[in-house]
C-alpha cells in the first residue's frame, strides 16, 4: 500500500510541477499584470459609486479571472510557438517545446482553464459576459501576431488591459471616455513593458523570422520607450487632472511615473541580463497606479 502512494504521489508532483512550470504560476508577474489593469478600472468605477463590497466582491473575482486566463494563455501560446521555443534559449526548456507533456494534454488543461475562468464570468452582468466573452479571440489571436507583424507587443496591449473596460463595466454597465483613455494609457504602458521582455529574445528572434516592436526598434530602442512612457504619464495626467495637488494620491502617482522614468534611466540595450529585472518593475507600477486611483477621494 505504501508502495502505491508513493507511486501515486511521484506521479501527482511531478505532473503538478510539470502543470506549474506550463501556466508560469511559478512566475506570478504574468497573472499580475493582467490583474492590475482590471484593478484600475475597478477602482475607477468605485470612486463613482462608493460601494466597497461589490468593489471586494469583484476585485477578487478579476484576480481568479487573471490567474485562470493568463494560465490559459500561457499554454496556449506555447502549443502555437513549441516549434519555435525550441530554437530560442530561454524557452527551449518549456514542457511541451522539451516534450515532457504532448499538444493534446495541454489542450484538456486549457479547456478546462477556460471552463472554470468562464464560471467566474457569469457571475458579472450581461454587458461584462459580452466584453468577456469577446476578449476570447484576442486572446487566443494573439500567438499568431509575432509571424506577421512588427506590433505584436501593440495587439497584446489591447488584449491584456480588456480588463479595464470589463472591470468597470461590471459596476456601471456602460463605457465611457474617461475609462476608454484609460484603456489607452494602459496599451502604451503594456507596449514599453512588453518591449523590454522581447529585448532579451532579439538575437534569437530575428534568426527563427519572429517579429517584435523591439527588434523594429532595436537602433532607437530606449527612445522608443520614452515616447511609449512619456504618452502613459501625459493620459493619466490629462485623465487625474482635477485630482492633482497636495494629496495621498499625487504622491502615489508621482512614485508611479518614478516607476516607468527608472525603467528608462536604467535601460541598457548592451546589458540584456537586466531587462527581465526592469520588466518585474512594472508590478509595482501596476500597484502604485492602482492605490493612487483607490485613494482619490481619501
Known sequence: MKLVFGIYKYYFMHHFKIFVELTRL???????????????????????????????????????GSVLMRSAGCIFNDIVDKDFDKKVQRTKLRPIASGKITVNQSLVYVFILCLAAFLVLIQFSIFTIALGVSSMLLA????FMKRITY????????????????????????????????????????????????????????????????????????????SVYIIVILLNLYLFKSYLGLNI??????????????????????????????????????????????????
Request: net charge positive.
Open 26 to 64: 511559478n512566475k506570478p508577474i504574468g497573472f499580475m499584470l493582467l490583474f492590475w489593469p482590471c484593478s484600475w478600472g475597478l477602482a475607477l468605477a468605485y470612486n463613482e459609486n462608493q460601494y466597497f463590497g461589490l468593489f471586494l466582491y469583484y476585485l477578487i473575482l478579476f484576480f481568479l
Open 140 to 143: 487566443f489571436s494573439y500567438p
Open 151 to 226: 506590433w505584436p507587443q501593440l495587439f497584446l496591449g489591447i488584449t491584456f488591459n480588456w480588463g479595464i473596460l470589463m472591470a468597470w463595466a461590471s459596476m456601471n454597465n456602460n463605457v465611457t471616455p474617461e475609462i476608454v483613455i484609460l484603456y489607452i494609457s494602459a496599451i502604451f504602458w503594456t507596449l514599453g513593458y512588453d518591449t523590454i521582455y522581447g529585448a532579451q529574445d532579439m538575437s534569437d528572434d530575428e534568426i527563427i523570422g519572429l517579429k517584435s516592436t523591439s527588434i523594429k526598434f532595436k537602433k532607437n530602442i530606449k527612445l522608443f520607450l520614452s
Open 249 to 298: 494620491f499625487s504622491l502615489i502617482f508621482l512614485l508611479f511615473c518614478s516607476t516607468l522614468l527608472y525603467q528608462l534611466l536604467k535601460f541598457n540595450k548592451n546589458k540584456s541580463k537586466k531587462y527581465l529585472n526592469l520588466f518585474k518593475i512594472n508590478n509595482y507600477s501596476g500597484l502604485l497606479l492602482f492605490l493612487g486611483i483607490f485613494t482619490i477621494n481619501i
